[in-house]
């Protein structure tokens, strides 16, 4: 089993969709998670931290359920700059090291 | 915002040839990684880095592989006798403390192209 699975899409949305993204993790131990986006051939970056009582900023909401051992990330009013590949990344439990799964791509068209 | 800064951003050897990439990290950070990420495929850990030592390493981080903090500022990853393999997109990061929920700070990437 993947450590980190995620659909690997594309996603096609238009302009101002609503669009959400599920990843599942198989470490129950795993205490931190991420959700980071890379753009084609750069390097990943922090959107935004992952908490148990889910968390939101501006148009982004994370959600965990560490009973299921999956986590979301919900797009509102998507925009064409929020096209990207969006990474969900857990704690790799015991190291100092963040596990990657493949990646969600987002197309958001006009 | 502070940036990590890699060199070269691109790097094509032959293969059995020794290489190294070079990372100068946030200057008032203490923790240190190399990810790579072949072409197509997710994000990986190599290595971390602290007080001078490796403090964590992956599969991946064989033989073959060595980090070092020559002077202070610039943190390196060689690569002894680079392998067909080893082609992939290597990314530096640092933070200022151990603990993953720290943000970590990318670099921008070496793109290794062995021949």
């Known amino acids: 089993r993947k450590e980190v699975e995620q659909d690997p899409g594309p996603f096609n949305v238009p302009e101002g969709a609503t669009v959400a993204f599920n990843c599942t993790y198989s470490n129950s131990a795993s205490q931190s998670f991420f959700w980071y986006r890379q753009d084609c051939r750069k390097e990943p970056k922090l959107l935004m931290s992952v908490y148990s009582s889910g968390n939101e900023d501006g148009r982004f909401t994370a959600q965990l359920n560490r009973a299921s051992q999956y986590i979301s990330l919900l797009i509102r009013d998507s925009k064409l700059s929020d096209s990207a590949t969006y990474l969900c990344?857990?704690?790799?439990?015991?190291?100092?090291?963040?596990?990657f799964g493949s990646g969600t791509r987002l197309q958001v068209q006009p | 915002e502070p940036e990590v800064t890699q060199t070269p951003s691109h790097q094509v050897t032959q293969m059995g040839q020794e290489v190294i990439l070079r990372c100068v990290p946030i200057?008032?950070?203490?923790?240190f990684y190399w990810y790579r990420q072949i072409l197509g495929q997710k994000v990986e850990f190599l290595v971390s880095f602290y007080n001078n030592e490796i403090s964590e390493k992956s599969e991946i981080f064989d033989d073959q592989f060595s980090v070092e903090r020559p002077d202070g500022s610039n943190f390196t990853l060689k690569i002894r006798s680079t392998k067909l393999e080893d082609s992939a997109m290597y990314f530096c990061?640092?933070?200022?403390?151990?603990?993953?929920?720290?943000?970590?700070?990318f670099g921008s990437g070496t793109q290794l192209s062995v021949l």
């Open positions: 990344v857990v704690e790799d439990t015991g190291r100092r090291a963040l596990t």
């Open positions: 200057s008032n950070h203490l923790y």
């Open positions: 990061a640092s933070s200022d403390t151990g603990t993953v929920r720290e943000k970590l700070f």
